[in-house]
């Protein structure tokens, strides 16, 4: 399970959704952004509960919301095998990036009400069709990323 929140309130949530104690269901893990001490299940036998922040992938210790955060060396590594493998994968066509739309004004588009909708409920999103009709009729540039090129390939 992973909480990108990490707050008491998800924290709670967090552990009701985990079978109860005492149900074998194998290892249990538990990711979270920020520390995880205070997840109340994070020392129980099957449970394998870790954070990890982004700023981790990078594999040298910083210092963020008043926290000392150490040196994860493995964090770098995993993030150099999953950008290494989804790169396979965006070039197989076996995954696809969301597209990125650049809207008319830049970021003063935003300022001024361009921005467009900014996240829309699953049963909102339009269909692959519905999404290129939209962009074709206002006539936005739609880009992704290009692994290959990015500097974490070589």
């Known amino acids: 399970m ?7 309130s998800t924290f709670a949530i967090c552990a009701e959704a985990f079978p109860g104690k005492g149900i074998s269901t194998g290892e249990l893990k538990f990711i979270g952004v920020l520390p995880i001490e205070t997840f109340s299940r994070k020392n129980e036998e099957n449970m394998n509960a870790k954070a990890f922040l982004a700023y981790t992938a990078f594999g040298k210790a910083f210092s963020k919301f008043d ?10 590594e995993f993030v150099v095998r999953f950008w290494k493998i989804s790169a396979k ?3 197989e066509g076996k995954i696809k990036n969301q597209p990125a739309i650049v809207r008319p004004g830049g970021s003063k588009g935003v300022i001024d009400g361009n921005c467009g909708e900014i996240s829309l409920w699953i049963n909102e999103t339009p269909s692959d069709k519905e999404f290129e009709k939209m ?3 206002e006539e936005q540039e739609i880009k992704g990323p290009d692994l290959y090129k990015s500097q974490w390939m070589k």
């Open 135 to 137: 962009n074709n009729e």
């Open 2 to 8: 992973y909480d990108c929140k990490c707050s008491e």
């Open 89 to 91: 994968l965006l070039e």
């Open 67 to 76: 926290l000392d955060i150490p040196s994860y060396p493995e964090h770098y």
